[in-house]
């Protein structure tokens, strides 16, 4: 069993130490993790790093420290084998937090689990916003291309004291008041912390999307960005409706690509929908996958699945305050592969914790995503994503 760990400097991006798959030619990379900043990975700084085959056999294992943000985990001879599991496991210091474990199973050897992130946008924060003219209404949505909020109670107005806001940003504000809804976008003046908004000019009247979705409690959210190549976007708030109908408002303005977000109930399964393209769509999307579950623990259960799909994930909590833990476990529709016996992990977790018939299942998901790369990791997840169209249907 062997492992590496490589420190990232701050200033040159140079990688010091050794890498041992360079001196031993035959050594095979499992996998390679790369976490930003002081290279805490995950939830916790106390977290193991584990390679597995697919009968639970650990490979290759790196306990992670705080100031090393790239970790490969290797074997020093080759791997026989073109899949295998990877999990993260997060041991809290403090006994009363919980155990994590995110698990990867049956990969490509050889992908890349990259979280470093991109690099900062600029931003002018605080930006303490005041209003004028501020009386009462039913809903106040505010954005800029960095941060949006919605209040519905004048007193609230405090959650807009300290607000993001790049160079190129403006304000959107619409309020919606006596069965009207109005909008307007305000100028900032380069590098002000405090800017007062005089509501009497939000006179513009948006335009509005009617749209029906196949169930009901249906809700919708639209992100736009000035620039498609830029990580600022403006959120324009998001909309429910307890059944299958909904109007949608945003800006007559337009932008160089809208991210839209769509989600509805049908026969106890929760559809969402990530859309991203040059106009905000008319008509709700579908997606024809389905599963099946059976048993109600991490000892029994099992699912069958149908349909297209790119990846899953099945999440199991534990069932008592005793074994406090949350397990989320993927794999790529490639690997076909269903087996959700964790390896023997009591060298790392109480062994109580670690009981499955006390580990109960919670969720299941099948997720699409445009142009999927099962290699590339973490997955991309429809209540994140803005950048990719992701289908997925969730339940029990």
């Not at 937090?97 to 605080?126: C, E, F, H, M, R």
């Not at 099992?302 to 069932?319: E, Q, R, S, V």
């Not at 949350?326 to 109580?352: E, G, M, W």
């Amino acid at each position: 069993m062997t492992l590496s760990a490589f420190y990232s400097c701050s200033k040159k991006n140079d990688v010091n130490g050794t890498n041992p798959t360079a001196n031993t030619p035959q050594a095979d990379t499992l996998i390679t993790y790369k976490f930003s900043g002081d290279g805490i990975s995950g939830f916790l700084p106390n977290a193991y790093l584990i390679a597995t085959d697919s009968t639970g056999n650990v490979l290759s294992e790196v306990k992670t420290k705080i100031g090393t943000s790239i970790y490969k985990l290797y074997t020093p001879k080759p791997y026989p084998n073109a899949r295998l599991n990877v999990y993260e496991v997060d041991v809290p210091t403090d006994p009363s937090a919980g155990v994590i474990i995110l698990g990867y199973l049956q990969i490509k050897k050889g992908s890349t689990y990259d979280a470093s992130g991109s690099s900062a946008t600029s931003s002018n924060y605080p930006l303490n916003i005041h209003f004028k003219n501020a009386s009462a209404f039913d809903n106040l949505s505010l954005s800029t291309d960095l941060r949006a909020n919605s209040i519905s109670n004048i007193t609230d107005t405090i959650y807009y004291k300290s607000f993001d806001y790049s160079d190129k940003s403006k304000v959107w504000v619409q309020i919606q008041k006596n069965n009207k809804t109005l909008y307007n976008f305000f100028d900032i003046t380069k590098g002000i912390h405090d800017f007062t908004i005089d509501l009497n000019q939000c006179i513009k009247v948006p335009q509005v999307k009617n749209l029906t979705a196949p169930g009901g409690i249906f809700s919708m959210t639209v992100y736009a960005k000035a620039d498609k190549n830029s990580a600022q976007e403006y959120d324009f708030g998001q909309i429910y409706s307890l059944y299958n109908t909904l109007s949608y408002r945003y800006p007559t303005e337009s932008f160089e690509q809208y991210s839209t977000r769509t989600s509805y109930q049908l026969n106890d399964r929760q559809y969402s929908f990530v859309n991203v393209g040059s106009t905000i769509p008319s008509q709700v999307d579908t997606y024809n996958a389905s599963f099946k579950n059976t048993g109600s623990s991490l000892a029994d259960y099992k699912t069958a699945i149908a349909g297209p799909y790119d990846y899953y994930l099945a999440n199991f909590i534990g069932k008592t305050i005793n074994n406090n833990i949350a397990i989320y476990l993927y794999s790529p529709s490639a690997a076909n592969y269903t087996n959700y016996k964790l390896p023997d992990f009591s060298k790392y977790i109480d062994k109580s914790v670690l009981d499955p018939t006390q580990i109960v299942f919670q969720t299941f998901g099948l997720y699409q995503v445009n142009g999927f790369n099962e290699s590339k990791l973490p997955y991309k997840i429809q209540n994140s994503s803005h950048d990719v169209n992701i289908k997925a249907v969730e339940g029990k």
